[in-house]
């Protein structure tokens, strides 16, 4: 059962579908590689393996993990970039 | 934590599921931002031959090898084919995908002695 989507303000979507390990990731790095720093991300990602996952890859790529609730994730790309 | 992985793959013709597998952990690590490399030797060469690669499908929740490969390499990732196994089955230089290169141990030893961990199916 997918619970409802938490009231997060986000810039963009991104929707893993029903991908799991391997393709949710690097789909999402492909997607994201081009965005700018601080852009706030709403991950979708019904991958049961999701919760372990998403957290692993935000600590490797320097991404922040601002908020989750699965199948729901808002990330904040790369904040330590972020030019003031 | 280290900046560089290695997958090695030994499989292709002789079990498409470790080889698939073997791409989706390499998906998972270049699209960590870790510099990857897959290093193909013995059966598992096969995987950068298109027409090879092609065959392998092992269905729902993989995507077919082909998809997984070009994925890799659209994301930056690394593929070096063993050239003595290369040379063993007659496959030339001209017949592995775009992206693949031909290489050695010396370029394996090299990679994991700086440091890169290494996973193997």
């Known amino acids: ?84 | 934590m280290s900046k560089t992985f290695c997958v090695s793959i030994t499989h292709c013709k002789t079990d498409g599921d470790k080889a698939t597998l073997g791409f989706v952990v390499a998906n998972a690590a270049q699209g960590s931002e870790k510099e990857t490399m897959v290093f193909l030797s013995s059966d598992g060469v096969y995987c950068a031959v298109p027409e090879e690669m092609a065959k392998i499908n092992e269905g729902g929740p993989f995507a077919p090898l082909k998809d997984l490969v070009e994925k890799f390499i659209k994301a930056g990732g690394k593929i070096y084919v063993c050239t003595p196994c290369m040379k063993k089955r007659d496959i030339s230089e001209s017949a592995l995908v775009a992206g693949a290169t031909p290489a050695g141990g010396a370029a394996l030893v090299e990679w994991l002695a700086n440091g890169s961990p290494c996973v193997s199916y």
């Open chain 1, 1 to 84: 059962m997918t619970s409802d989507l938490p009231s997060w303000q986000f810039d963009d979507e991104f929707d893993g579908g029903e991908e799991t390990c391997g393709r949710v990731i690097v789909n999402l790095y492909l997607y994201i590689r081009d965005q700018k720093p601080g852009r706030r991300v709403l991950v979708i990602s019904r991958d049961p393996g999701a919760p372990v996952e998403l957290p692993a890859w935000c600590r490797m790529t320097r991404n922040q993990l601002t908020a989750k609730q699965h199948p729901y994730y808002l990330i904040t790309l790369k904040p330590e970039l972020i030019k003031e």
